[in-house]
Nanobody, 115 residues
């Protein structure tokens, strides 16, 4: 079983930055994908950024050039650096890992971009 724990959310002004962290614990099959999703009020959950099983990164068009996904395998931690934040980035951000057993989700961390 995989456990995920996000941190780093908060309130930030437009144009500001935040870095989200996701600590991954438990066993993960060697073939897996992982990434960050977000869900704004009244909207469906969407992929923000992710790693393929081969380690290739992909980003939603709305965050390209502003967000960067990374990971530190030694620390079992994945990050999402978010720069030039906009009010439309306001959402609950979730960490996700999916292996042969299916997806696992963290509880989420709130990001609010407002002046």
């Amino acid at each position: 079983q995989v456990q995920l724990a996000e941190s780093g959310g908060g309130l930030v002004q437009p144009g500001g930055s935040l870095r989200l962290s996701c600590v991954v614990s438990g066993s993960i099959f060697s073939l897996y994908v992982m990434g960050w999703y977000r869900q704004a009020p009244g909207k469906q959950r969407e992929l923000v950024a992710g790693f393929s099983s081969g380690g290739i990164t992909n980003y939603a068009d709305s965050v390209k050039g502003r967000f960067t996904i990374s990971r530190d395998n030694a620390k079992n931690t994945m990050y999402l650096q978010m720069n030039s934040l906009k009010p439309e980035d306001t959402a609950v951000y979730y960490c996700n890992v999916a292996d042969l057993r299916g997806p696992s989700w963290g509880p989420g961390t709130q990001v609010t971009v407002s002046s």
